[in-house]
């Protein structure tokens, strides 16, 4: 048998061929590579997200800042633009919680940056966060202030004097939910007798929203009477009866109300977030009156 080798020419020819079919595989399966890394490190950052926000939930703020942070570099590193503004308005929720308003700030700023850019109807929802965001700032910083010296004989009283006007301030916004008025003079009258016996009916009867209003008032007459704690679980049900029921007003006053609580029993790290959210409700409603009503409330607060 006789072989036939291909001419000199044709060979190499056949072996250019070759070469470029192999770099044409290999660039195949680079690109296939290097999309599924930045498929992997996308879904890491939305883990990193998720575990932050569980955290934030928490209350375990400095957790939730190095998991946003670690998911705002690698949103960095993909350049991913709604992941970056979406961690950066996370991290600056998490530094507000923190009190490190100039680091939020600018934080909030870079995201809003981003949402304008990309024309996201997120933008104003962010704007108006910001809005609050810096009253809320402008209120607590004067913490930080030096307070005036005081006499030690006036201190106890012109404390006592400032909580009552903040439980005063509380009980203004009551008449905005839905049937305080059937026990508005109950509630004037201190009748804690007729509140409790009728919690018990509502609470029988499944009664929710009634449930929760008289909740919210007996852990409100707990403070007054300096049972902290145990005012703190009938708040916190009150609220949660209220979320169940889907009474946004009644989410929003319990939230205040849960404020002021925390910061009498020396509970701050959430103030920001309670607060936050109960004036971003009453904005949402156009409950003008109660919004001031609660940037009072947080104004006393500081000075007490």
Known sequence: MIKVYPSGGNFFMLNVLSIFDSLRDDRSALRHYKKKLHEYQEHEAEVLIDIGVIYLDRGEIERAVGSFEEALETYR??????GVAYASELLGDSLMAQREFDRAMKCYSESLSIYSEINSKVADELRDKIYEAGKIKEALSSDDTEPEPVKRDSQSTDIQSETQKIFRLADDLMGIIDSFESYGKCWEDRDIDTLNSNLESATIIRDRPTEALLNLLIGRYRMEEGELYDALKFIKRS????????DSAGIAVSLVILGVLLFLID???????????????FRALGLEDAEKVTMNIINTLTRT
Not at 239 to 246: A, D, L, T, V, Y
Not at 267 to 281: D, P, Q, S, T, W
Request: hydrophobic share 35%; glycine share 4%; aromatic share 14%.
């Open 239 to 246: 609220n949660r009866i209220f979320r169940e029921s889907g």
């Open 77 to 82: 590193k993909l350049k991913f633009p709604e």
């Open 267 to 281: 509970e701050r790290e959430n103030l920001y977030n309670v607060f936050k959210e109960a004036l971003e409700i």
